[in-house]
Nanobody, 126 residues
Framework: QVQLVESGGGRVQPGGSLRLSCAAS????????IGWFRQAPGKEREGVSC????????YYADSVKGRFTISRDYAKNTLYLQMNSLKPEDTAVYYC???????????????????WGQGTLVTVSS
């Protein structure tokens, strides 16, 4: 079964860090372009970061550039999002996905499976 399972969300104070994980099943993650999205209550879904299947190039939204890092673990078939210097405005449900919608919002070309994770909630609050 083709599946993405996210974990690592939670509550953290401003300035803190979290690492989100996205475990892939049923396909080899590194063969596909994949990214992270987030959606806060009352706001549109936002493309956060992505990594391309071809050359491994990455993209970051201006709102997270310099604070977040996307990476893959070949052995674990898992995607990560390291989130540092978190701000209250980072509060959202975060989703990992390999889907053509990536190219509609972020410059990460490649191949896609059309599968989304279930989402994991990140709350940045004192």
């Amino acid at each position: 079964q083709v599946q993405l399972v996210e974990s690592g969300g939670g509550r953290v104070q401003p300035g803190g860090s979290l690492r989100l994980s996205c475990a892939a099943s049923g396909f080899t993650l590194d063969y596909y372009t994949i990214g992270w999205f987030r959606q806060a209550p009352g706001k549109e879904r936002e493309g956060v970061s992505c990594i391309s299947s071809g050359d491994g190039s990455t993209y970051y939204a201006d709102s997270v550039k310099g604070r977040f890092t996307i990476s893959r673990d070949y052995a674990k078939n898992t995607l990560y999002l390291q989130m540092n210097s978190l701000k209250p405005e980072d509060t959202a449900v975060y989703y990992c996905a390999t889907d053509p919608i990536i190219i509609a919002t972020m410059p990460c070309p490649g191949r896609y499976v059309e599968v989304w994770g279930q989402g994991t909630l990140v709350t940045v609050s004192s």
